[in-house]
């Protein structure tokens, strides 16, 4: 794979967005840039108003939905916001608006919002698979699990990272450093490059436990 120059990923935020993550896969490219420069990654939001994540983390997106920022990823991490956001009409018209080239990308629960879109439909994709105390206890679910109900036209992995081409999601939390250098695998950065990114975060032992722990689908072959 050619390397993209310029590689530009946004990040949604919006109400209790957990912060682990968007701000792992931030934090990869924020990295990475110190390597590439042209790399270039920054939040999306509904408005410009300031967003409260999760635990009152208050972020200031850098884009707006009407402003159509030019991007190759869109990510949309999870959080108890998607409980939301799955229904968010608005954020699923800007997703449909994307150009087919615009990579469409989430951790954790954010892939319940493209499952509700019907967007994994006869697709493998996967979600957190650890839950907390209230999705342990017969009041919840597993998120995982969850995905499961919102899109049963999806085929449930238990990878950490699931590329089925243009759809790429991570499964919970700390998966979203995964995603990261995923990213930069598909703009097309080496191993050397995004091994050395990883070992300047003092990553490298849980990025080489990991980085295989991919499962690709070829809607071609289908």
């Not at 919970?172 to 990213?183: D, N, Q, R, T, V």
């Not at 990114?197 to 295989?212: C, G, I, Q, W």
Request: with cysteine; charged share 25%.
């Amino acid at each position: 794979m050619s390397k993209k120059q310029g590689f530009r990923v946004g990040v949604y935020v919006f109400k209790d967005a957990e912060v682990v993550d968007y701000a792992a896969p931030y934090g990869v490219f924020s990295v990475a840039r110190r390597l590439d420069p042209e790399l270039d990654v920054f939040l999306v939001a509904d408005s410009l108003r300031l967003v409260q994540t999760q635990a009152g983390l208050t972020v200031h997106p850098n884009y707006s939905f009407n402003e159509m920022p030019d991007m190759d990823a869109f990510l949309i991490p999870g959080g108890f916001g998607t409980r939301q956001e799955t229904y968010n009409k608005r954020l699923h018209q800007f997703i449909l608006s994307l150009p087919e080239t615009t990579l469409l990308t989430s951790v954790c629960t954010g892939s319940w919002i493209y499952g509700n879109m019907g967007l994994l439909d006869g697709l493998p994709a996967t979600s957190r698979k650890e839950p907390d105390r209230l999705e342990a206890s017969e009041m919840g679910k597993v998120p995982i699990d969850r995905l499961a109900e919102i899109a049963p036209a999806c085929t449930i992995s238990r990878a950490r990272i699931v590329d089925t081409g243009r759809i790429i999601t991570g499964a919970g939390i700390a998966s979203g450093m995964e995603m990261g250098f995923h990213l930069l695998r598909r703009a097309g950065y080496d191993e050397t490059f995004i091994s050395d990114v990883a070992r300047v975060m003092e990553y490298s032992e849980a990025y080489n436990v990991y980085k295989n722990d991919i499962e690709y689908f070829n809607q071609a072959s289908k």
